[in-house]
Each structure stands twice: as C-alpha cells, then as structure tokens.
C-alpha cells in the first residue's frame, strides 16, 4: 500500500504529459510534408544587421566575413555592432571589418535585451527610416552564402517576423555542446518547420531572425528585457496576433558551450527566463487560448508543461524515497518508481534525438560515430534540466556572457 500512492501519482504525471505534448508527435509526419514553392522576391530589401557582442573580438571577424561573402546585395546591408561592456577589442575589431559601432557601458541593466535597445536606439536617431528589416545575429555565428537571399524571399512574401534553420558550428566537441546542436536542429526541423507547414506562429531562438520595422513601430521598439528576451518577443507578438514564420533554407551556424558549468549557468537562465515569461504573458497566453489560438496553445506548452510536471515527478518521487527511509523501509521500491520515471522519460528523448539524428544527418558536422554516440548522450544531457529547473525556481538569476573560442569559419562548414 505505501507505493500506491506514488504508482498513481507517476501515472497521473504520464497521462498529463501526453495531453500536453501528443500533438507534438503529430509534427513528425507534418515537419516532412512537402514544401510549396516560394514565390519570387517581390523587392530586394535594405537590412540592418544587429550584433550584440561583449567581448567577442575572437569570433565576431568570422560572422561578419560570412556577412560580407553572402550573394546579397552589398549596398542594401549595414552591420551594427553593440560593443556592451566590452574590455577587450572588439570595437575596433568591429570597426576595422566595416560595422558601424556603438559602444555601451551599462553595469546596471545588463543583458542582450538592453543591448539591443541600445543599438536600435542609436539606428532610429542616426538612421532614420533607413531600413526595411533588421537581422538579429550573436558574435560566434556564421551564415551560410544564400542566408539573406532565403530570408528576404519569406519577408518578401509578406512574413513580418521571421526565423531561420539553426545549425550548430562545434557539434562535434563533446556530448555537451551535441546535447545543444541536436535539441536545436530538432527544434527547427520537429518544431518551428511544422508549425510553418501548418500555417501556425513558430517561435523565436535565440539568434537568427528577422523582423520588420513595422513590428518594431508596433512594439514601440525593443521593449523586450527579460532573461530569454527571445522568448518574451515571441509571447509579445504572438498574444497580438502576429506569425512568426520560419525560413528552413536559411542555415545558420551557432556556438555551443562546451563546459557543463557553462552549460548549467546558460540554461540555469533560460529555465528562470521560462518563468518569468510565463509570469508576464501566461494569463494572455491562456485567454488566447480560449479565444481558438494554436500558436498561444503551442507557445504555452513550450514554455511551461514540462518544466511544472518534471520537476512535480522528481519532487513527488523524492519525497517518497525520503518517507521511505524516515520509516526504515528498504529505498528500493523508491528508487526503483524514481528510475522508471526517468527511463520513460530518456526513451522519448532518445527517440526524439534519433529521428532528428537520421533525418538530419548530413547537416550535422561530425564524425558518423560521435552522431551515434551522442544520440546517446543527448538524454542524458536534457535530463540535467531537471535539477537545473529545481535551482531556477528558488535562486535568483543575472545574465553572464558565455565566451566563445572556435576559431572557425564559413568555409570550414
């Protein structure tokens, strides 16, 4: 009798889960339906290329090379560069490879969200009107030649916002830095080209989007400050009714960390980013809902869910393993509910890491052994969120810069 309890707790937890996340299952055979053609660009547009980089002399070079070498015009693109906070070069890095630099000293609101304020602040003064779009891009990526042809071809077909394939550069470093390339292309692929498919609002990661300046003029500029900033443009724009759309044929390149430390500090701030986002657009989220919304539905999920029902299976188990020991009742049966619960849980992800594995195999930049190996892995690796989630909910979180190293460079991709 003393498991019972704890058995029809784990299975209302299961059944939860798969309310929650079945329909994501059903992205699988939608994310391969094959995509209509895209209409010819109506107009080549004049981007602004947004860079906010903090000590990045070491990578920006590279992203801004991948920028100069892409088959867009030359004259309708202007690289921005926020030096925030910076003690190194990178001003004058940024300056010497043709951006147009601002350097920002601001100890007291710190983070990418002020960052990018700051820039776009400076734009709207100095450039008044310049631009039909603004690119939103992080020192260490690198964009493949056609980057900017491909998103100008969505933007052009009427797509306000709009996000791209996110690849990463140093996959092959280790289990931690694949753990992150495998959840982002899955993301992209099982996520956001599904959504697309369907017509519903993907969701912004990160790096790599597009946005216009009517949507800027609408959210009364960057106003966007929380820890996932990203995120909290998303849930803007997506209560207000706005789609965000993704451009599969433009692949980007990202950074990864490499060090578990780095790794739970990062996401450390993305699990207390969830929250907070949750706390400020939760309530239109779900009235948007109520009001027959997919994409504040989806967006809902994915921010939530699954943060609330794992942390309750990992409190709830544990709780039941310290009751067991205060009664002097062998932990076995606990630790066994425990272990059943975590199995369940890194069977899906294995799966879900295998598809995206397989299907996307050739865009993965790794030896065909660490592809099998860190199919392996990549459970492992989602699975620290757990305590990661625990720790967010109780400690208070700043952004901290994540120092980016690799060295390489467009055509090493």
């Keep these: 009798m003393q498991n019972d309890w704890i058995e029809a707790v784990n299975h209302i937890l299961c059944l939860l889960f798969f309310l929650c996340y079945s329909y994501q299952f059903l992205y699988i055979p939608i994310a391969h339906w094959k995509k209509k053609a895209v209409a010819a660009p109506k107009k080549l547009h004049r981007y602004a290329v947004l860079i906010c980089a903090r000590n990045e002399e070491r990578v920006l070079p590279n992203l801004i090379e991948s920028i100069h070498r892409q088959d867009y015009p030359k004259d309708l693109l202007h690289i921005f560069v926020a030096a925030d906070n910076c003690t190194d070069h990178t001003a004058a890095v940024a300056r010497t490879c043709g951006a147009t630099v601002y350097e920002r000293f601001d100890t007291r609101f710190i983070g990418k969200g002020y960052a990018l304020e700051f820039l776009l602040n400076h734009i709207e003064k100095d450039f008044p009107d310049a631009f039909d779009g603004f690119f939103v891009f992080d020192a260490d990526n690198l964009l493949k030649s056609d980057y900017i042809s491909r998103m100008n071809e969505t933007f052009s077909n009427g797509n306000d916002i709009v996000t791209s394939y996110r690849n990463s550069k140093n996959y092959a470093d280790n289990w931690i830095s694949a753990g992150y390339g495998l959840w982002f292309l899955r993301e992209s692929v099982y996520l956001n080209r599904a959504r697309e498919n369907l017509g519903a ?48 044929e433009a692949e980007l390149y990202d950074e990864q960390p490499i060090t578990f430390s780095q790794s739970w500090r990062q996401r ?64 076995l049966s606990a630790l066994w509910s425990l272990l059943q619960v975590l199995f ?61 190293t690799s060295k390489k460079k467009i055509e090493d991709m």
């Design 201 to 248: 609002s993907c969701s912004v990661s990160g790096t790599g989007f597009l946005f216009s300046k009517e949507v800027l003029q609408k959210c009364s500029g960057w106003n966007f400050h929380l820890l996932t900033e990203d995120i909290e443009f998303s849930a803007h724009n997506i209560v207000q009714g706005r789609r965000i759309a993704f451009c599969t």
């Design 268 to 331: 450390l701030r993305w699990a207390k980013g969830y929250l907070q986002v949750f706390r400020k657009y939760g309530t239109k989220l779900i009235f948007g809902i109520f009001r027959g919304s997919f994409s504040c539905f989806d967006l809902c999920m994915n921010i939530m869910p699954a943060f609330l029902l794992s942390l309750a299976a990992l409190v709830c188990n544990g709780i039941h393993l310290i009751l067991c020991m205060l009664a002097g009742v062998p932990p």
């Design 344 to 404: 369940g849980g890194s069977l899906i992800l294995f799966f879900l890491g295998l598809l995206t594995t397989i299907t996307q195999w050739k865009h993965i930049r790794a030896k065909w052994w660490q592809k099998i190996l860190y199919t392996f892995t990549f459970p492992i690796f989602m699975l620290t969120y757990l305590p990661i989630s625990l720790q967010a909910l109780f400690c208070r979180v700043q952004w901290k810069p994540i120092a980016h």
